[in-house]
């Protein structure tokens, strides 16, 4: 499966933001989604998953109750609204794709390229 995600930008403190994911091929309502995002000098962090029909999810504690993830399995679409941002939200946000049903392992199979999340203070 190959990922593109977009709707990345410069936002205010406090201000919201909407990532989008799009997925090619027809397997998308099998995969586990996930969003991570990376710092410059940083290793990869968790952000946040959604099992494959998006009954269950799993947050970083960092991004609960400010993030929420869903999907649209009829457009091969994942989303991650971002509400409240703060500074320390800026990173480059990658979505990523797995087989396995485990939503709580941070082991993905397929990334997209990344979209830019600016905040400023």
């Known amino acids: 499966v190959q990922l593109q995600a977009s709707g990345g930008g410069l936002v205010q403190a406090g201000g919201s933001l909407r990532l989008s994911c799009a997925a090619s091929?027809?397997?998308?309502?099998?995969?586990?989604m996930g969003w991570f995002r990376q710092t410059p000098g940083k290793e990869r962090e968790f952000v946040v998953a959604?099992?494959?029909?998006?009954?269950?999810?799993n947050y970083a504690d960092s991004v609960k109750g400010r993030f929420t993830i869903s999907r649209d399995n009829a457009k091969n679409t994942l989303y991650l609204q971002m509400s409240s941002l703060k500074p320390e939200d800026a990173a480059v946000y990658y979505c990523?794709?797995?087989?396995?049903?485990?939503?709580?392992?941070?082991?993905?199979?397929?990334w997209g390229q990344g979209a830019l999340v600016t905040v400023s203070s």
């Open positions: 091929g027809r397997t998308f309502s099998t995969y586990v």
């Open positions: 990523a794709a797995k087989k396995s049903y485990l939503i709580d392992s941070y082991e993905y199979d397929y």
């Open positions: 959604i099992s494959a029909r998006g009954r269950t999810t």
